[in-house]
């Protein structure tokens, strides 16, 4: 949920206003505090323009084969250091393609993401 606000550009504020929340509350949903209900689930597939099986893609063998019930057993996961973090999850990851994708001029995105990539392959010199 997170992922996809921010690669939208939309605050915490914002979401819930469309959705009919609390900032906190969407924050809550966010941390996984709050188990969101499958109502509000397709509320949140319409704000974020996503097909509600978005919330199932990366969902682990293990836990698919866990009952709600079971899964509402487990104690939440604490969040990790930023560090240590997924890469992909961060807000410079998701800001960085945000501003990628909003160039318009395909030749120049283009560019830049052979710079990048050139970058990338050069390594720590």
């Known amino acids: 949920m997170r992922l996809r606000r921010t690669l939208l550009g939309l ?3 914002k979401l819930g ?3 009919g929340l609390t900032f906190q ?6 941390r996984g505090a709050n188990r969101v209900s499958c109502s509000r689930l397709f509320d949140l597939s319409r ?3 996503i097909p509600i099986s978005y919330f199932f893609e990366d969902m682990p063998e293990e836990v698919q084969n866990l009952s709600p019930v079971q899964m509402g057993r487990e104690p939440p996961q604490e969040d990790l250091p930023a560090g240590e973090a ?3 999850l961060r ?7 945000r501003n990628y994708y909003s160039i318009s001029d ?3 995105r283009r560019r830049i993401y052979d710079l990048a990539k050139a970058l990338s392959e050069r390594g720590d010199d």
């Open 11 to 13: 605050s915490q504020e």
């Open 17 to 19: 206003e469309l959705i």
């Open 25 to 30: 509350q969407v924050q809550k949903y966010e």
């Open 47 to 49: 704000a974020l323009e």
């Open 86 to 88: 997924d890469p992909r």
């Open 91 to 97: 807000r410079e990851t998701l800001e960085l393609v």
């Open 106 to 108: 395909p030749d120049v």
